[in-house]
């Protein structure tokens, strides 16, 4: 029993006097009469004391005699929300009353604020799709050339869980992968040779508490969508969540690309980190001062028609986005018209750009076309005989236009195809082995949250 509740608690055989002597210690100026096992039978105030003595009463007699049988009580856990719906009615104390409706607690309304309790951090992050641009965000080329990449996000997400601990331990699970990594502390993980992409991200946010981190995706691993730098972003931003100091978004996709590139040696350029920190549709500029996102305002009608007229088609084979960038490079150095077609490419971005903000749909269809066939010249790798007959067969059931989606290789194609052709390519794309997937657009960006450890 609490020292309050022990302090305005009085028992059925106590008289009058001895609830008055309890009404008085307190500030609340009430006593809460119970009989036997704590049941609660009465409460008594000052006022039901001065009422009773007006009509002649005894204070010699049991409390029983004054006391208000007609009481008010709440169930023993009762929310806030209905403990200050009760209070408003005029009461300054409850008796808190467990399902045998003994008295287990008095709420007041100086009650204090629920107990901090230990709560953990949840990220996602949207995967893009890159309608134009591609291998201009190379800092390679963009610090000699200003590029500009056209994009934009998809509900198909990185899914980041952060849970402190009260050690110093290190816990982090890869669901998609089935890949685990435990080590007795930061110091520990920081030294380790062979870090994976997960242990890497840590190792640049270095925290200064234990945790266990899960990641899980909706989608699988070499789909061309940009997938581990979604992985990244969340994981960012789910530890941001904690932060006093929080990062901004350019700080997030920045630290994205720091560890993903730079300190895990991923090859390839910066478009994906900023796609999925910014989501929506953007165009995205890089030049050699600054990288500014430029978010691209859609007509809704637009953006549906959109939606409606693009085919998501998975070719089934896998990529290695890092090599291929690396063979990009090594070509480029190589050739100086690598230079011209990355130029064409951002020339030809800016040109769609145009036709999607005037909502020049058709246009924009023809355009990837275009944006396919200047990607294919980057590299030797981009494309192979299967690919372009997935393509060639896209065309002939009706696609006016597509491109693979990433670095090249295999992945994802993406096909715009007016309504009355969709059914023909879906089909035409199951006749040979390669599966369509439905998506939304996703207009936000890597969204985090914390809720409370159950």
Known sequence: MSRLLDMLTVRVDETILDAVKCIESGDLQI?????????????????????????????????????????????????????????????????????????????????????????????????????????????????????????????????????????????????????????????????????????????????????????????????????????????????????????????????????????????????????????????IEFENQRNLVHPIRLEDAARFELEACLVLCDTGALHDSGQLHEMQRQEMEAELSQTDLLRESVTLCRRMHRHLIRCELHDFGLCLHEAWMLKKQFSSAVSDDKLDDIYAKAQAAGALGGKLLGAGAGGFFLFYVQPQHRQAVVRAMHEIGCSTTNFRFESSGVTSWRTKIQ
């Open 31 to 283: 006593a809460f009469v119970v009989e036997a096992q704590e049941r609660l039978v009465g409460v008594v105030t000052n006022g039901d004391v001065r009422r009773y003595l007006l009509q002649g009463g005894d204070t010699k007699l049991p409390v029983t005699a004054c006391m208000n049988r007609n009481f008010r009580a709440v169930e023993l856990g009762a929310t806030r929300e209905q403990l200050l719906k009760t209070f408003d009615l005029g009461y300054n104390a409850l008796p808190g009353l467990d399902v045998n409706g003994r008295l287990c607690e008095i709420y007041t309304r100086q009650m204090t604020a629920s107990p901090e309790v230990p709560v953990l951090a949840r990220a996602r992050a949207p995967v893009r799709m890159s309608f134009c641009g591609g291998g201009a965000d190379l800092t390679y080329f963009f610090v000699d050339h200003p590029a500009a990449v056209l994009s934009c996000t998809v509900g198909l997400y990185a899914h980041a869980t952060l849970v402190p601990r009260d050690d110093a331990s290190v816990h982090i699970y890869s669901e998609d992968i089935a890949h685990e990594e435990h080590y007795p502390s930061l110091s520990q993980l920081l030294t380790s040779e062979h870090k994976s992409l997960l242990a890497t991200i840590v190792s640049v946010i270095r925290p200064a508490y234990g945790f266990d981190l899960y990641l899980r995706s909706d989608f699988s691993v070499g789909s061309g969508l940009g997938g581990s730098s979604a992985a990244t972003t969340a994981i960012i931003a789910a530890f941001n969540e904690l932060r006093q100091d929080r990062w901004n978004t350019y700080e997030i996709a920045e630290l994205a690309f720091q560890a993903e590139r730079l300190c895990f040696g991923i090859a390839g350029g910066w478009q994906d980190q900023y796609a999925s920190a910014f989501g929506g549709f953007n165009l």
